[in-house]
Structure formats: structure tokens, C-alpha cells
């Protein structure tokens, strides 16, 4: 066992140590969880990649996201916490560019439902089955929902290299994931049959 190993299973045991004691009331781990994964927030930010002015800002909706997210979640139903806050914590700071911009005033939807854990096998299939299915799709929007989902791009990158406004990216993408969806509905109709 390397160095490396054994403080990456040291630190599962820690967290694991803080979930629990959460579980039991503990507000010292609460505060703990919230230092461990505020990096994250951060991090999230550099992605989004925006106008300075708005750094702080975002600072704050990404830090009450990551609060919210720590208070929320469940243990119990096997998805990383990493996992989870990354996509209330990227939701909450979309959204907030959102109703900045004001060009887009549709609310990203967060499912609690829809995080899926990317380790696990049923995951790996589901991601070829919408793969296959995104090449069905009109070539732009088969173009951006890859570009999205698959390259982990940005929607203000995708905006730019389309040369789109954000809010046209996000319809574009909206209507992209309702025909995905509609076409993974049917395809699993098609497998019960």
C-alpha cells in the first residue's frame, strides 16, 4: 500500500466518521463536511468561467448550495456526496447566472433522482444507450447535447463555439433531452415486449 492509499482510506474513514456523527445531531461534523467539500465550490466556479464582478456572488449562492446539499443528503441511497453537491452546488450558481443575464429565465431543474453515480455498471449502459440515441437526434442538437454531456463543456463554451446566446443553448438543449427522453421511454417499451 503506497502513501498516497493510505491517506485517501484515511480520509473515507474520516468522512465516513463525520456522516455518521451527523446522522446522530452532531453539529461540529456539519461544519467539518461543509470545510471538507467547500473547495468544491470554488473549483466550480473557475469552470463556469465568469465575469469577475460576479465572483463573490457566486461565491455565496455556491456556498448556500453546498450548505443545503450537506443538510439534504441522504447516505442511504449509495451515490457519492461528491457526486451529489457537485450538481446542486453547479444548479444553484446556472441559475444565479440566469436571472443575472436575464436572457434565460427558465430555472435549471435539479432531480435529486437523475444524479446518478458513474461507477456503477448500470450507469455505464444507460450512458451507451443515450449515446446511441444522441446520434439520432437533429445534428445540432446532437452536436450540443454531446458536447455537454459527453465533453464536459460548458454552456457559455458551447455558446461561443456555436456562436449562440446562452438562453438560445439552453432551449436547444431542453428540446434535445425531452426527444432523448422520449426515445429512452420507448426504447425500454421496446425491451418488455
Do not use: C
Not at 8 to 33: I, M, P
Not at 78 to 89: K, L, M, P, Q
Not at 103 to 123: C, G, T, W
Not at 159 to 177: C, N, Q, V
Amino acid at each position: 500500500m503506497s502513501q498516497d492509499d493510505f491517506f485517501a482510506e484515511q480520509d473515507e474513514e474520516r468522512e465516513s466518521d463525520l456522516w455518521n456523527k451527523l446522522g446522530k445531531g452532531d453539529d461540529k461534523s456539519r461544519e467539518q463536511l461543509i470545510l471538507l467539500y467547500r473547495p468544491m465550490v470554488f473549483w466550480l466556479i473557475r469552470k463556469l468561467y465568469v465575469d469577475p464582478q460576479l465572483y463573490p456572488d457566486l461565491v455565496q449562492e455556491g456556498m448556500v448550495a453546498l450548505i443545503k446539499a450537506v443538510d439534504k443528503f441522504d447516505t442511504s441511497r449509495g451515490t457519492r456526496f461528491s457526486t451529489y453537491a457537485y450538481y446542486r452546488i453547479r444548479g444553484e450558481m446556472i441559475n444565479f447566472l440566469q436571472r443575472k443575464e436575464a436572457k434565460a429565465p427558465l430555472p435549471v431543474e435539479i432531480e435529486e433522482d437523475s444524479v446518478v453515480d458513474p461507477i456503477l455498471p448500470d450507469a455505464i449502459d444507460t450512458l451507451i444507450e443515450i449515446n446511441e440515441n444522441i446520434r439520432k437526434l437533429p445534428a445540432r442538437e446532437s452536436r450540443i447535447i454531446s458536447s455537454i454531456l459527453f465533453e464536459g463543456r460548458s454552456i457559455r463554451e458551447v455558446a461561443d463555439s456555436e456562436g449562440y446566446d446562452i438562453s438560445h443553448i439552453y432551449r436547444i438543449k431542453r428540446k434535445g433531452l425531452s426527444s432523448l427522453r422520449k426515445m429512452l421511454k420507448l426504447s425500454d417499451a421496446i425491451k418488455e415486449s
